[in-house]
């Protein structure tokens, strides 16, 4: 794993975490959030950023074994099934999926 000036995330990443005080998150202490923030929202630069400190195997095991109910269904099959190749593991969707409301009339 890299060393990261003052356990601090680089700050491109800031407007993936809109809804904590970025300067006060650790790159350890507050990994389970980092990683879900940015394989739902992230973007290519940020992802290869997140692969690059964390590893495949962290990722993996953060996104298995802590799911966080922020995807949407699309998002979550992607990364999933593409992105961390996990397609032939049962993960229970309603632990990560976000249910939208929809207008019907």
Known sequence: MNK????QLPIFLKSYFWSVDFKKLNINKDKEYI???ILCFGDL?????????????TIKRFF???PVKIYRASTFNWV????LG???K?????RYVINTPRITR
């Open 35 to 37: 990683i879900h923030q």
């Open 90 to 94: 049962n993960l229970n969707i309603n």
């Open 86 to 88: 996990l397609e032939n």
């Open 4 to 7: 990261q000036i003052k356990n």
């Open 80 to 83: 999933k099934n593409v992105l």
């Open 45 to 57: 630069k940020a992802i290869k950023w997140l692969f690059g400190f964390y590893g495949e195997i």
């Open 64 to 66: 298995t074994n802590t």
